[in-house]
């Protein structure tokens, strides 16, 4: 019975020892395994199987890329202002060997580092160009960092300046520069606008001026073309009622000599018709030759006439 109960707890240690060397490394991770000791190799994603008692799984990596915030550290600016900055590092492992094995506590060797090219970096700058040069300082100590933690089999991604604390008084002198500056941008905003309804209104009063201007042009000249047309309609009346005084006058002639008139009366008629188109309005009518002579006979009759 004894011997029965041995065999099941050697079964039992057999089976649990075999199942501890079965290890299944999950995605974005290595292993990284030692032989009595010594770095025997790195295991990558799958299943993998290790000596008893004789292979051990030094450390367990991480490959996925990692975030780490550091605390505030004081630095010293180039013009002798202490602040406090606080920095985000992005890095990732690119080889777990030199992970293992290259530092003791990768961690803080970064942070440290870290600290250090910080104050080496802002050292060289002064208050206003560090607080306007956070993409520089960051590029800076991305590749600084990068070089630095490369033998660690550690690749720095990116840094970031997560914050830049000044002194108070610092604070103070900028919030009160920033409202004074805040002030002459309102002050300059406020006369550009009442500049450019000074200039508004001015140009108003030049566009009704000039629609002014022209409406009058076009109003005088459309008072010249109506008094134009008046004297030429006027004129074509004129013309057209001695038309039709010619024209009674030549059909009355025409009507005594259909009559039987003879040529004196034909010719007294012609005169009477010269008389009526200058309407006393001509100061000279030129007779026909023809009809000269009945007009000097009609003057001494109408001068004897008048003498009796």
Request: charged letters at 25%; proline letters at 3%.
């Amino acid at each position: 019975m004894g011997a029965l109960v041995g065999i099941i707890i050697l079964i039992v240690i057999v089976i649990w020892v075999l199942a501890s060397c079965i290890k299944i490394v999950p995605q974005a991770h290595a292993y990284v395994v030692e032989r009595l000791g010594a770095y025997q190799g790195t295991w990558s994603v799958g299943l993998h199987f290790k000596t008893p008692f004789i292979d051990k799984i030094a450390k367990k990596v991480l490959l996925k890329e990692q975030v780490v915030d550091f605390a505030p550290q004081p630095v010293i600016t180039k013009d002798n202002v202490t602040m406090r900055i606080d920095t985000i590092v992005f890095f990732q492992i690119t080889d777990p060997k030199l992970y293992a094995y290259g530092v003791e506590n990768p961690i803080m060797a970064i942070e440290n580092l870290t600290a250090t090219t910080l104050r080496n970096i802002i050292g060289e700058m002064e208050l206003d160009q560090t607080l306007n040069s956070r993409e520089i300082i960051n590029a800076k100590m991305s590749s600084t960092l990068d070089v630095a933690t490369d033998p660690w089999g550690i690749k720095v991604n990116r840094v970031e300046l997560k914050n830049i604390i000044p002194p108070a008084g610092i604070q103070d002198a900028m919030e009160k520069q920033m409202k004074a500056e805040r002030e002459r941008r309102e002050a300059i905003l406020r006369a550009e606008g009442e500049k450019k309804s000074t200039v508004l209104v001015a140009e108003g009063q030049k566009e009704s001026a000039i629609l002014e201007a022209q409406a009058e042009k076009e109003a005088a000249i459309l008072r010249a073309e109506a008094q134009k047309e008046k004297m030429i309609r006027e004129a074509e009346g004129q013309a057209e009622a001695i038309m039709k005084v010619q024209q009674a006058t030549a059909d009355g002639i025409k009507m005594l000599k259909e009559a039987g008139a003879d040529e004196a009366v034909l010719q007294l008629k012609s005169l009477e018709a010269f008389g009526k188109a200058a309407d006393g309005k001509a100061t000279k009518i030129i007779i026909p030759s023809d009809i000269q002579g009945v007009a000097g006979l009609a003057t001494s009759l109408k001068e004897i006439i008048t003498e009796k």
